[in-house]
């Protein structure tokens, strides 16, 4: 009973928090003609509400694609659809067709706040709370502090209610996706994961490790007895719940198909905004966007992503653990962010998920990458005069992250889940005994860089020969983190044993 009385006032202090969010500026305030993503969410609203189903992916004299074209799964224009029901009870004026555009007032301001609300209060927030009082071998303490610090990390908060997206939908899909898995609640995990990648295409970051630790189960409990009957039943639920919502668009093969144009934006090329992966990073020293054609960057991108997330799934294929499978999500998600082609800087968000589901069992390194991750969007943040709620929220995450996980404390290898990599390396060089104080230097030094440039950013203008400068260098800064994370994840999972003890479970 006292577990669930500090539950609640966890999930209280998140949505203080996001609600105070809430009350600064969006993307795109004041901003004609294309505002921002505050502009596009209202958009698709009026768009799905006044065209026909077939006329929401196709450009047209009521629907101009080139104006925030809807560009994400069906799932997605459903749900703007509700909302456009909601708004036209409200106010008629906020989804009228062409008249609404870039339509502004503290009313309707505080009417997309709230669909942001309670969406997160619907999906996303109750998936995170039963996530952590499902922890096992976990303090109620720790249970407590999980919650907290992942309902108080600072980058959806600064996407969902300052910037203006629904990623919580898509996340919180995911979660329970998790938690089906974790608890061989195997169907509902399918039906999640499916909802997921419906409501956005990046989700297939989560989705394929989901279906290679699904494949695992099925092999290891022989295709001849439960493992083909839970195969063919997790196959019918994802048959089923894409055909659902795909339905409308599979009349004719020509909506199906511009539907999958509009959800895989090639024409746009390797990368378009300063985004912290390795094609933009790589950018500076070699324009490999105007060396090479569409297709070969295409091609590349590809091979680079297959190959770099290849490694962990079979890990998780042949020896599926809930422990692999939560890291895998990890690697699998950074490996897209990395390597994947037209990467928004904003997708950082689908690997901060995982890593939050891991803060309770390598708290130093998720804190540090949920650190990474919130100041790789620092440009977009600042565009969107975010400065001030951006300190405030990192700060107080920092804090929650302080008091209820020793991570400056506990940081031997076995803490940090690399004692199977350093006796493995041992054997070769016994005098490898210096990687925590490797971890903590490099630590304390990326810290000290993201405050250093955080300030650089703020306070001083850029050269007039280089006006990109400090969003490169975030840029940059960010994306060798995120190797390093990469390769850090992918330790713990191929040096994970099949038979390895202490693990940190969900029941």
Known sequence: MEKWYWMTIVVLVGLTVRWTVSLNSYSGAGKPPMFGDYEAQRHWQEITFNLPIKQWYFNSSDNNLQYWGLDYPPLTAYHSLLCAYVAKFINPDWIALHTSRGYESR???????TTVLIADLLIYIPAVVLYCYCLKETS?????????????YPGLILIDYGHFQYNSVSLGFALWGVLGVSCDWDLLGSLAFCLALNYKQMEL????????????????????????????????????????????????????????RRLFPVDRGLFED????????????????????RHIQLAISFCFTFLSLLPACIKLTLQPSSKVFRFTLASCALSFFLFSFQ?????????????????????LMSTWFLLVSTFSMLPLLLKDELLMPSIVTVV???????????????????????????ISVRKCFPRFTFLPRIIHYLFFSSVITMVLLT?????????????????????????????????????????????????????
Not at 144 to 149: E, F, K, N, T
């Open 455 to 507: 300030i650089l950013t703020v306070t001083l203008d850029p050269p007039e020969k280089l006006p990109d400068l400090f969003s490169v260098l975030v840029c940059f800064v960010s994306c060798m983190n995120f190797l390093f994370f990469l390769v850090y994840f992918n330790i713990i999972i191929m040096w994970e044993s099949k038979n390895g003890r202490n693990r940190k479970k969900i029941k």
């Open 274 to 293: 300063k985004v912290a992966n390795i094609w933009c990073s790589f950018s500076v020293f070699l324009k490999i966007k105007d060396i090479l054609p």
């Open 140 to 152: 109620t303490k720790k249970k407590i502090g999980s919650a907290l610090c992942i309902l108080l």
């Open 396 to 422: 107080a995450f920092c804090t929650a992250c302080t008091t209820f996980f020793p991570i400056f404390e506990k940081t031997s290898e076995e803490e940090l889940q690399l004692r199977p990599f350093a």
């Open 343 to 363: 990467v928004h800087e904003k997708s950082i968000l689908l690997v901060s998920l995982p890593v939050c589901l891991v803060l309770n069992e390598i708290p």
């Open 205 to 260: 970051y989560h989705s394929l490790p989901f279906f290679c630790f699904l494949l695992g189960k099925c092999f290891k409990k022989g295709l001849k007895g439960k493992g083909f009957g839970l195969l063919i039943k997790a196959a019918c639920t994802v048959v089923a719940s894409f055909l659902l919502c795909w339905l409308p668009f599979f009349t004719e093969r020509e909506q199906a198909l511009q539907v999958l």
């Open 107 to 113: 009313e309707h301001k505080l009417f997309m706040r």
